[in-house]
T-cell receptor
Framework: SAVISQKPSRDICQRGTSLTIQCQVD?????MFWYRQQPGQSLTLIAT?????????ESGFVIDKFPISRPNLTFSTLTVSNMSPEDSSIYLC?????????FGPGTRLTVT | DAKTTQPTSMDCAEGRAANLPCNHS???????VYWYRQIHSQGPQYIIH???NNETNEMASLIITEDRKSSTLILPHATLRDTAVYYC????????????FGPGTSLSVIP
């Protein structure tokens, strides 16, 4: 199994600003994933982050808006840039371990 | 796009078995059926997965039809804490196979 923590757990931000979300895992993992969950919706995959390579983004998500870092096998960050109210969502970090996927508690972002 | 179809919502009486269906008619031979659930305000939690044989663990049972085009997740004795959104997901079993969520089934366990 894998235990995932995220910081911050929630934040309220003004439009036009940026927020960096941190994801820490208690074990080394190859694949890390970032998801977004808009209010009342299911989860949408933003990107896949492997250590030592650039993140791979899903359709509709771009690096300029959601830059991702993956400096080592236990840590990743997702930045939500130039935020608008439409970015208000829960952002979740996830890792693959033993062919199962584990999720962090999420970061609840509100953009005003 | 999600490869599964689930009912939008279901109710279940506390203490009774909850049977959650999932259709995955386009599943390919090397794809597994995974189930996750998301309790309100928490991250999704892995429940169970299977390929073609029925599977059981401490949380639930997974029944997959012989043609593999549908499956049922069974919570044998539902409790109020089982109230959650349940997601049925079809994916390969390599680290490069993504977990793509559909809308899921909102299960309400009623006292």
């Amino acid at each position: 199994s894998a235990v995932i923590s995220q910081k911050p757990s929630r934040d309220i931000c003004q439009r036009g600003t940026s927020l960096t979300i941190q994801c820490q895992v208690d074990s080394q993992v190859t694949m890390m994933f970032w998801y977004r969950q808009q209010p009342g919706q299911s989860l949408t995959l933003i990107a896949t982050a492997n250590q030592g390579s650039e993140a791979t983004y899903e359709s509709g998500f771009v690096i300029d808006k959601f830059p991702i870092s993956r400096p080592n096998l236990t840590f990743s960050t997702l930045t939500v840039s130039n935020m608008s109210p439409e970015d208000s969502s829960i952002y979740l970090c996830s890792v693959e371990s033993g062919f199962e996927q584990y999720f962090g508690p999420g970061t609840r972002l509100t953009v005003t | 796009d999600a490869k599964t179809t689930q009912p939008t919502s279901m109710d279940c009486a506390e203490g009774r078995a909850a049977n959650l269906p999932c259709n995955h008619s386009t599943i390919s031979g090397n794809e597994y059926v995974y189930w996750y659930r998301q309790i309100h305000s928490q991250g999704p939690q892995y429940i169970i997965h299977g390929l073609k044989n029925n599977e059981t663990n401490e949380m639930a049972s997974l029944i997959i039809t012989e043609d593999r085009k549908s499956s049922t997740l069974i919570l044998p004795h539902a409790t109020l804490r089982d109230t959650a959104v349940y997601y049925c997901i079809v994916r390969g079993k390599t680290s490069y196979d993504k977990v793509i969520f559909g809308p899921g089934t909102s299960l309400s366990v009623i006292p």
